[in-house]
């Protein structure tokens, strides 16, 4: 028997529906949308460089950040040329990599879930183009530091674009948090990626933009599909940076739930890691295929890795006890040593 997806924790989406502010905002772009919207999205592009406080000529906006990305290899990379990054990463770049020609290398992640920095340094060759560097780390929630970053910075060689996607940031509270922004000057190759999927809670609507310097900037806007950015997700994005007080205090709530979730399946026995993003990583060798039947058995949808782990989205307080409620039974019996609990099979773990 299918038991029903009660909550959804598997793609780190924000917990909370859009502000009421932002939805009006929305509304009233619906009722124009018979008009297209700007053929580059100069307007959303000035307002977000003034939030970020840089230069517009720094800032490409982009179909969500996947579409940001997307133009920075169009932009770089030419057939047969190779794009290094970790794995695991974002399932995207492995396909972002084919639909360019790139060949894709990957080098593992250390044990304990952080990209390697010099693993990924020495995977730098000739015909690298791009070095992707997720920051936090999606699936393990995993930080390099600022003076990791800048070191790995001053070795990538000057033929080599640097991917710095920043999906999560909003969510790190870790005062060794890099502030990316300020390494663009001396990094002419760089480009931050940054969303309003996540911590913004716009998944919806795809909005995404990189920051870099202006002659990246201006080869990856070349790349950017004619009314690309619809008008409703640039009001809803206009309006959710009138918002920032409120939006910030929802981020707020979701690291405050990451850290009590964190605490409470530390207590039932599972070795999980500090995370800087929405989610957490349940790792091998805990019992992660016990875990994601219990979490599907019990109507929680998690993102699933046979045999290496489960990341599990932080969600509102309701869907977070009913993790820890499913899970605990798992904990409990993995710490007394006996064998897993049986429980249902069934499809409600995503694995796409
Ligand atoms: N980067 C990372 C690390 C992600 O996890 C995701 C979404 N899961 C994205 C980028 C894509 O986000 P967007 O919705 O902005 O395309």
Not at 158 to 183: I, S
Not at 309 to 320: H, K, M, Y
Request: with cysteine.
């Amino acid at each position: 028997m299918d038991i029903p997806v009660l909550h959804r924790l598997a793609l780190n989406e924000s917990p909370f529906p859009p502000l009421p502010s932002v939805r009006e905002a929305m509304r009233a772009a619906v009722a124009e949308a018979h008009r297209y919207p700007q053929f580059h999205p100069d307007d959303l592009t000035e307002r977000i460089a003034a939030w970020c406080r840089v230069p517009p000529a720094r800032v490409a906006v982009g179909s969500g950040s996947v579409g940001v990305a997307l133009q920075l290899l169009h932009a770089v990379v030419e057939r047969g040329d190779s794009m290094v990054y970790a794995w695991r990463t974002f399932d995207a770049y492995p396909l972002l990599a084919s639909m360019v020609g790139a060949r894709s290398i990957t080098v593992p992640l250390s044990p304990d879930g952080r990209q390697d920095l010099p693993a990924l340094l020495a995977a730098l060759d000739h015909r690298t183009r791009v070095v992707v560097l997720c920051n936090p780390h999606n699936p393990t929630g995993s930080l390099i530091t600022a003076d990791d970053l800048v070191d790995f910075l001053r070795r990538v060689p000057p033929h080599v674009t640097v991917l710095l996607d920043e999906a999560y940031v909003e969510f790190a509270r870790d005062t060794r948090l890099p502030d990316a922004l300020a390494l663009l000057d001396a990094h002419p190759g760089l480009l931050v990626l940054r969303t309003f999927s996540k911590a913004y809670g716009l998944a919806a609507l795809r909005v995404g933009y990189g920051i870099g310097s202006p002659d990246l900037v201006a080869r990856v806007r070349r790349q950017q599909l004619p009314f690309g950015v619809n008008s409703v997700a640039s009001a809803a994005v206009e309006a959710s940076l009138r918002a920032g007080d409120e939006l910030e205090r929802r981020v707020e709530s979701v690291t405050a739930e990451r850290e009590r979730l964190r605490r409470q399946l530390v207590t039932l026995g599972w070795r999980i890691r500090p995370s800087h993003t929405n989610s957490l990583w349940l790792a091998a060798p805990d019992p992660v295929e016990d875990g994601a039947a219990a979490l599907a058995a019990a109507g929680v949808q998690a993102r699933h890795y046979p045999g290496e782990g489960i990341r599990l989205t932080v969600g509102s307080r309701e869907a977070n006890d009913a993790v820890r409620t499913a899970l605990a039974a798992v904990g409990r019996d993995r710490m007394s040593g006996g064998d897993a609990v049986s429980v249902a099979r069934s499809g409600g773990v995503v694995r796409a």
